[in-house]
């Protein structure tokens, strides 16, 4: 006999762990289980991002995620402070060294402003000395409203809430098919089927297979990029007293490599962004032949390479040699010496792409009257998280017809 819910919902990043918290604080009467394959929630993208809770500067007007960060920035810091979860508003700037980027850095704060960004202001040399005083710029933009946080530690706390509400979370789990019949689901696993009515899938990197097991249709696939972060050394953290970014090449969906502090008391440098030879390649050397094989059957990735081959080759050069590495992070601090820096950790970003090459930049929801999909959740997915856990609970009462 197969085990039975209202809704499964498969992965417990922060975004399968924020919608299960919104669905049962909606309608308190549903089961809901959610499904993860690895030991702990947060194992993937969640556990390996940068900790920004970003203040929506970036993002098209209008688009989904900057309504959802600008929101959401908020509302994640009201969480963190009404469940005692570390966190520091310690503000960002995002600094322009050359003639050629002002105007780049003039469409971020028109953007920001736009998207109603709390305090944005654009400063010259001297302030930027008093905010980040290692840092050189012509000019820069400064987002006081920018904080950091452990998004791991906020997601384990969107699951003891989801417990709390009779909600079970069934980790060490692997979703391997799923059958569709006229009344539900049935969710196979390595540790047996789950029954349910209707299914979540934010299974994050793995999100489109998922959606192709239930035979939705989607001219889309996950092509993961792994970002690798270096870690500052102990006796130079002083020169960082905050966030501190490039103006980003507006072609990509990637912010360029920045220095980042985080709560737990250190300083990272990235991430890059490198084609990962395996979804989960979290290492240089991981390659998985299924993952990487898919990867090169895929005509939207040939599309991706064809146009941004030069990028490609500029990203694997500066993975292979931090001579390159520094090099970009001195255009922001002079000052950082390649032995400043040790290998960090890295991250790897599921990024939809079309077929036709489009790299998708804004989150991608879909939805049927069995299932609501999330195929597109990159940065600033983690920071968005509370409002898209909320607006997929809305759509999940809309489709599945929940009373
Ligand atoms: C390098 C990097 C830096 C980033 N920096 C930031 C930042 O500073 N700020 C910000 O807001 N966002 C940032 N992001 C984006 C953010 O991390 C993501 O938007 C967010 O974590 C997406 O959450 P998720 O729940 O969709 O995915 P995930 O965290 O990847 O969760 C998906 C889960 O599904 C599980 N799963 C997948 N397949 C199966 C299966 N078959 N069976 C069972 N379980 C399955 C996985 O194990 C995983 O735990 C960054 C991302 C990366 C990679």
Known sequence: MADSSDVVIIGGGVLGMSSAMHLLRAHPELQVTVIEKGDDVAGQQTGHNSGVIHSGIYYRPGSLKARFCVDGRRS???????????????????????????????????????????????????????????????????????????????????????????????????????????????????????????????????????????????????????????????????LVRGLIYPVPDPDLPFLGVHFTRNVKGYVEAGPNAVLATAREGYRKRDFDLGDFAETLRFPGFWRVAAREWRTGINEVNRSLRKSVFTRDLQKMIPEVEAEDLTTGGSGVRAQAVRRDGTLLDDFAIERTSQAVHVLNAPSPGATSSLEIGKHIAGLAAESFALA
Not at 120 to 148: C, D, N, Q
Not at 218 to 235: N, S
């Open 76 to 238: 994640m810091v009201e969480f963190a402070q009404e469940h005692d979860i570390a966190y520091d508003r310690c503000g960002k700037l995002i600094i322009a060294n050359r003639p050629e980027e002002l105007p780049r850095l003039e469409t971020l704060y028109e953007r920001g402003q736009a998207n109603g960004v709390e305090g944005l202001e654009m400063v010259g040399p001297e302030r930027v000395a008093e905010i980040e005083p290692h840092v050189t710029a012509i000019k820069a933009l400064w987002s006081p409203a920018t904080a950091i946080v452990d998004f791991a530690a906020v997601t384990r706390e969107y699951a003891t809430q989801v417990r709390a509400a009779g909600g079970r979370v069934e980790l060490g789990t692997l979703v391997t098919s799923i059958a569709t019949r006229a009344d539900g689901v049935v969710v196979q696993t390595d540790r047996g089927d789950y029954a349910a009515k209707h299914l979540i899938n934010c299974a994050g990197l793995h999100a489109d297979r998922i959606a192709s097991m239930m035979g939705v249709e989607h001219d889309l696939q996950i092509v993961p990029f792994r970002g690798e972060y270096y870690t500052l050394r102990k006796d130079r953290e002083h």
